[in-house]
């Protein structure tokens, strides 16, 4: 990684970390608490989860053209990341707009499984692509299970801090939440 990436990593990072923690602030008006710093930091992890593949998804596009299988098999690996990512942002949405209990929904844990699995297939790719002869990852990219863990464990702590709320500040909430953690489409990483 050569400087200019560094310094863009680190860019993206605090950028991110500033806009969660502007938009965790209480709406205007409201007489709400701030956010625990588990919500913070469970944010923050989602959010680093997917800034790592966008950053990697960069080096790819900077790497390979459209029409290489590589660019090609990159770039759709992305996508089925990114849809499955939506699917789990969606189900923790609707999880807390709808006051469910996602500490027990199977359904929220295999969206996380899912989501996990796939992310990991396109970050494992991407390395090998972006790391040709590499025998070790480097410490930014996570197994599947770190993944899943990341996405179950901080998506119960962001619906545990909304559930007691009335119902339309859940709905606020969860608007919020869905706008903050979604991705970004392959076509829209510059």
Excluded at 150 to 165: D, F, P, R, S, T
Aim: proline letters at 3%; aromatic letters at 8%.
């Amino acid at each position: 990684m050569n400087t200019a990436e560094i310094r863009s990593y680190w860019h993206l990072i605090c950028f991110t970390a500033l806009i969660l923690l502007a938009s965790c602030a209480p709406l205007s008006g409201s007489k709400e608490e701030p956010p625990s710093e588990a919500m913070v930091k469970a944010r923050l992890q989602i959010a680093q989860n997917r800034e790592n593949t966008q950053l990697l998804a960069q080096r790819i596009k900077r790497k390979y053209k459209e029409t290489q299988p590589a660019y090609i098999g990159a770039r759709d690996l992305y996508d089925a990341a990114m849809v499955q990512n939506n699917s789990w942002v969606t189900s923790l949405k609707l999880g807390i707009a709808n006051n469910e209990n996602l500490e027990t929904s199977q359904a929220f844990r295999d969206k996380a499984k899912t989501a996990g699995d796939a992310t990991t297939a396109f970050l494992d790719y991407g390395y090998a692509l972006t790391h040709p002869g590499a025998e070790v990852k480097v410490l930014t990219y996570q197994t599947v299970g770190e993944v899943i863990k990341i996405l179950v464990e901080n998506g119960i702590v962001i619906w545990k801090a909304h559930k007691a709320e009335q119902a339309a500040s859940r709905l606020a909430t969860a608007e919020l939440t869905e706008k903050e953690l979604k991705w970004s489409s392959w076509e829209d990483i510059k």
